[in-house]
């Protein structure tokens, strides 16, 4: 198959349209069989629920080429079970997990000459997401939803290597103690828009949100949790009802210990001990660990002995094992991979 002319090392994470996307309508109790469609837009009544009430939930994932040429997915069992759990908490129905795959399946191969090459360090990157599609002014959940996946070919994360970031701790919090800040939802996104600003044009990279009842835990940014690791080389991250379920982050939580032999604990994370760790870093789909160099707590700064020029021993490791699995250079856990074909 003939790949587009694209410069995939040039790509930055903006939209491109790709050639096909996959949609189904629920209507009358029921999900509709699915299509891929060429039609990018979306023609919706002007009182649809989704503007009114936000009422949408989404994932992310990727597909990519391993080193032996096959395009693969990254553990997708895992997306269309958090979306399921999104949509319940959101009073949406859920779409099926062997419909999700069978979409991703679909998308992708309709998109195959937007995957990018192995070794270029591009991605095809997948978006579904659903929406409350009937007109809605009392307050109430639709009873119409459209399920959709586009994919867009995203670069590189890291160009020219990994740097180190500096995050703040912000004033702002990102999720209730039984709000929902555990699914995936535009909703808590919107919310986060104006602090993201707020912080880039403060010079700082991130947010680190804090637990909004107590203000001293430790919860995550705006889209990626943490792993900290000990100055004994335990591997942390935080623990919350609040926290988005990375699927990154509990997959390299099973590699710390799985295949480096190390302790990993998920428990609560205090702001007052931060101070004390060896080494920081933020863990998504996009980036997989991003490295932590600075932690600035209202002008007291944290400097991460690991410091601002590379990621810290154990976080290296945990990436080039993670990426490893992912491109095929080393054996996954049974399910991991997941093969389009
Ligand atoms: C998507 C997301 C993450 C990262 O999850 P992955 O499954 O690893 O991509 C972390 N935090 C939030 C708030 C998110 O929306």
Same mark, same amino acid.
């Given at each position: 198959m003939?790949?587009?002319?694209?410069?995939w090392?040039?790509?930055?994470f903006?939209?491109?349209?790709t050639?096909m996307?996959?949609?189904?309508?629920?209507?009358d109790?029921?999900?509709d069989?699915?299509?891929?469609t060429?039609?990018?837009?979306?023609t919706?009544?002007?009182c649809a629920?989704?503007?009114q009430?936000c009422?949408e939930?989404?994932?992310?994932l990727?597909a990519?080429?391993?080193e032996?040429?096959?395009i693969?997915?990254?553990?997708?069992d895992?997306?269309a079970?958090?979306?399921?759990?999104?949509?319940?908490?959101?009073e949406?129905p859920?779409?099926?997990k062997?419909?999700f795959?069978?979409?991703?399946n679909?998308v992708?191969?309709?998109n195959a000459?937007?995957v990018p090459p192995f070794?270029?360090?591009?991605?095809?990157?997948?978006?579904?997401?659903m929406?409350g599609?009937?007109?809605v002014?009392?307050?109430?959940?639709? +009873? $119409?939803?459209?399920?959709r996946?586009?994919? /867009?070919?995203?670069?590189?994360?890291?160009? &020219? =290597? !990994?740097?180190?970031?500096?995050?703040?701790v912000?004033?702002f919090?990102?999720?209730?103690?039984h709000?929902?800040?555990?699914?995936k939802a535009?909703l808590n996104y919107a919310?986060?828009l104006?602090?993201?600003?707020?912080a880039?044009?403060?010079?700082? +990279? $991130?947010?680190?949100y804090l637990d909004?009842? /107590?203000?001293?835990?430790?919860?995550?940014? &705006? =889209? !990626?949790n943490?792993i900290?690791?000990t100055?004994?080389n335990?591997?942390?991250t935080?623990?919350?009802?609040?926290?988005?379920?990375?699927?990154?982050?509990?997959?390299?939580?099973?590699?710390?210990k799985?295949?480096?032999?190390?302790?990993?604990?998920?428990r $609560?994370?205090?702001l007052?001990?931060?101070?004390?760790?060896?080494?920081c870093?933020?863990? &998504?789909? !996009?980036a997989?660990?991003?490295?932590?160099?600075k932690?600035?707590?209202?002008?007291?700064?944290?400097?991460?002995p690991?410091?601002?020029?590379?990621?810290?021993?154990v976080?290296?490791k945990?990436?080039?094992?993670?990426?490893?699995?992912?491109?095929?250079r080393?054996?996954?856990p049974?399910g991991?991979?997941?093969?389009i074909e």
């Amino acid at each position: 198959m003939e790949k587009k002319d694209i410069d995939w090392s040039k790509l930055g994470f903006a939209y491109q349209q790709t050639d096909m996307r996959y949609v189904s309508n629920y209507k009358d109790g029921a999900w509709d069989e699915g299509v891929l469609t060429a039609d990018a837009n979306i023609t919706l009544n002007e009182c649809a629920c989704i503007f009114q009430y936000c009422q949408e939930c989404f994932e992310g994932l990727k597909a990519y080429t391993t080193e032996d040429g096959r395009i693969v997915t990254f553990r997708p069992d895992l997306n269309a079970e958090r979306m399921m759990d999104s949509a319940a908490r959101l009073e949406m129905p859920q779409f099926p997990k062997e419909r999700f795959i069978d979409a991703v399946n679909q998308v992708v191969k309709a998109n195959a000459a937007y995957v990018p090459p192995f070794g270029s360090g591009a991605t095809l990157y997948i978006r579904p997401y659903m929406m409350g599609t009937n007109p809605v002014i009392g307050v109430k959940p639709a +009873d $119409e939803f459209q399920f959709r996946m586009f994919t /867009t070919p995203v670069g590189p994360y890291f160009k &020219g =290597g !990994a740097k180190p970031i500096t995050i703040r701790v912000s004033d702002f919090d990102r999720a209730a103690p039984h709000g929902t800040g555990h699914i995936k939802a535009g909703l808590n996104y919107a919310m986060s828009l104006h602090a993201i600003v707020d912080a880039h044009q403060q010079g700082y +990279d $991130e947010n680190m949100y804090l637990d909004a009842a /107590t203000r001293t835990k430790v919860e995550e940014t &705006g =889209g !990626a949790n943490f792993i900290f690791v000990t100055k004994d080389n335990k591997v942390v991250t935080p623990k919350s009802r609040s926290i988005l379920p990375s699927i990154t982050r509990r997959s390299l939580m099973y590699v710390a210990k799985e295949y480096l032999g190390l302790e990993a604990e998920e428990r $609560e994370v205090t702001l007052e001990e931060v101070k004390d760790f060896a080494e920081c870093g933020l863990c &998504g789909t !996009a980036a997989v660990i991003s490295p932590v160099g600075k932690i600035v707590d209202h002008g007291k700064e944290i400097l991460l002995p690991s410091g601002m020029d590379d990621m810290g021993p154990v976080i290296k490791k945990l990436y080039d094992t993670l990426t490893g699995i992912q491109m095929g250079r080393i054996e996954p856990p049974k399910g991991w991979i997941h093969v389009i074909e």
